[in-house]
């Protein structure tokens, strides 16, 4: 699996996510329509406002975009600090307007909101809660604390004070829902972007370890000419230095490292080779290549095929293609199988017309009960225990693993379901006397492949191959 950098995987590490700009517009934009919507309630609905403090409110809005926009340069990401700061200067200049224009009597009191949803959306959640905190404030404070609203004739407009306890119970509630609504959905999203951004990670590690290949083909393709005039030389300088048994020791010394090199780049060339016989092969074959890596961690791992160990399987077996995505998300489930079991991990191949399963088990612990809903989400940590192994009580996984080996082994067509083993038609009672007949007990991963999808035609499996291409660099 691949080894995740520690800041890569913290889920709060969201900063830098506001620029200045995404602001200053916003700003711009609330400007534009509290200027007109002070020019209609003084000019259509005929309220007396005390124009001349709504106009320094709204200058000092204009004021502060006008100095961000000359200071900072129109790409600036703004820190936590720094977009909390700018939060609370709009919560209280909008606080400020709707003093002077109403209180919670004023329909406008809703854009209060807007602070809190874009805390919620791009910071962390102790700024979120300044936010919200501060917000819960000015609304409480604007039902005591307020102008009220006077038409020209003198008429002062109330309304019955049980509509505004109303107006304020509203906000309150929509707050807390919309800012726990919108940290929760924009939390999970970054969550699932990292987990993502890891998975393409692993996948691109595999298909560099690929690449490679070509690397070495290259080198032993461009080292054979050298390789080659070094020997010719040395071979002549070993004819005409035949009286010189001291100098003619070092040239044959020379000669046969040639030859060693020579023949070393001829087995890279080989393996640097796009081997079109590689390309498919039995299912057995890929799911033993993607469980070698873990046979040497003391446990044991048996692969039955259709009810059979290795030397007694079938021949007629599906033959699969040999795809990164395949081969590293069966790797994954069976590392993550290798980690809890106690002493065995089962992996089980079984096919019918329709579909191919692959189920890999062992006999640890097993999901827990109440997570077993969860299994494959990324970053998920189990409140109170974990699924810890007893050999190794230090360990906490996050899901990373299993998320990964879902997601690629779903890119190619696979359903993946999670269990407990005697939740499974597989499972029995493990026996210690032979295990290779025994059943998983503890965890299982069924993996289910529409069988047309995967396969590999007989026809294209058996029919004859052209040459083994070089990589070209």
Known sequence: MVQTPENFVINEARFDWVRLRTL???????????????????????????????????????????????????????SETAALNTLLFDLGQLAVLLYLCGGLSNPFSML????????????????????????????????????PLILFDGTILTLPQLFIYGMWSALLISIGFLAFYAHRVAAETFSMSQALAATQMALDREQRLTALG??????????????????????ELADELSDRP?????????????????DILRDMGRAGKDDTH????PIFAVVEEAAAPHRDRGKNIIIRVDGALPENQPSDQPEIPRLPEIIHGLRNLVQNAVDF?????????????????????????????????RIGDPFMRKRGRTRIDPDRPGYEGMGLGLFIAKTLLERCGA?????????????????????????????????????????????????PLQENPNFQI
């Open 341 to 373: 079991a106690k002493e065995t991990v089962w992996v089980d191949i079984t096919w019918d017309n329709d579909f191919i399963r692959i189920y890999i088990g062992d006999d640890g612990p097993g999901y827990p009960p109440d997570l077993i809903g």
């Open 112 to 147: 209060l909101l807007t602070p809190v949803v874009i805390a919620a959306t791009a910071l962390n959640l102790r700024a979120t809660m300044i936010i919200g905190l501060s917000a819960v404030l000015v609304i409480s404070g604007l039902i005591w604390f307020a102008l």
């Open 415 to 463: 359903v993946l379901t999670f269990a407990n083993g005697s939740e499974t038609p597989l499972a029995t009672n493990a026996s210690p006397l032979s295990p290779e007949m025994s059943r998983a007990t503890g965890a299982i991963v069924q993996v289910v492949y529409p069988r047309a999808s995967l396969e590999v035609s007989r026809i294209d499996a058996r029919a």
């Open 214 to 235: 070509g690397v070495v083909a290259a080198a032993a393709h461009e080292l054979g000419t050298p390789l080659a005039t070094i020997k010719l030389v040395s071979s």
């Open 24 to 78: 200053v517009m916003l700003r711009w934009l609330a400007i534009a329509g509290q200027t007109l919507a002070v020019i209609v309630a003084t000019l259509v609905l005929g309220l007396d406002l005390r124009i001349d403090l709504c106009v320094t409110a709204i200058g000092v809005s204009v004021g502060f975009n006008i100095v961000a926009t000359l200071i900072y340069p129109k790409n600036r990401r703004l």
């Open 278 to 281: 590689l390309h498919h092969a």
């Open 246 to 262: 001291d100098l003619r020791e070092d040239i044959e010394l020379i000669k046969s490292q040639a030859d060693r090199c020579r």
